[in-house]
């Protein structure tokens, strides 16, 4: 079963955010990954992003996550009038994220094509021609 699970973009607030967050729904964090945590040659953290949130995730009932990331400053400040939120979707397979991704992305723009990522799963974003932000992800073994 495919499962689609809210991401949400913050201004450097995502982890106070997110404690609130776990006060009101309980549980636990299933992951907590800072920008200095990915930091290498190829991907310079300014110090000044170093414990900002790359990725935060929270389960939330059965099968839902909810989950965020800090915008570092170099990315620019994220307008919170406007959609703030990447709708993450979850699949079963390669192909199912293969076909997801590329239905839902024709028309819009790219950012990360389809690829295997350095955290395991099989990761793809764009924003699609209506202007809505989705990651497609499959991990093997969940």
Not at 1 to 10: D, S
Not at 39 to 46: C, H, I, K, L, Q
Not at 87 to 100: Q, W
Not at 118 to 128: A, E, I, K, T, V
């Amino acid at each position: 079963m495919t499962t689609i699970n809210p991401w949400i973009n913050f201004n450097g607030n995502a982890e106070e955010a997110f404690v609130f967050y776990r006060s009101v729904f309980g549980g636990e964090f299933t992951k907590v990954m800072r920008f200095k945590d990915m930091a290498s040659p190829e991907f310079p953290v300014a110090e000044k992003d170093e414990n900002k949130l790359m990725l935060i995730s929270l389960p939330i009932g059965k099968s839902n996550v909810l989950m965020a990331n800090d915008v570092p400053e170099f990315m620019g400040r994220v307008n919170e009038n406007e959609n703030r939120s990447k709708i993450s979707v979850s699949t079963e397979s390669k192909e199912e994220a293969d076909k997801l991704f590329n239905g839902l992305s024709a028309g819009g723009k790219v950012e990360v094509p389809m690829v295997d990522s350095s955290w395991g799963s099989y990761f793809g974003m764009f924003r699609d021609k209506y202007g809505i932000e989705w990651v497609i992800e499959f991990s093997p073994g969940k």
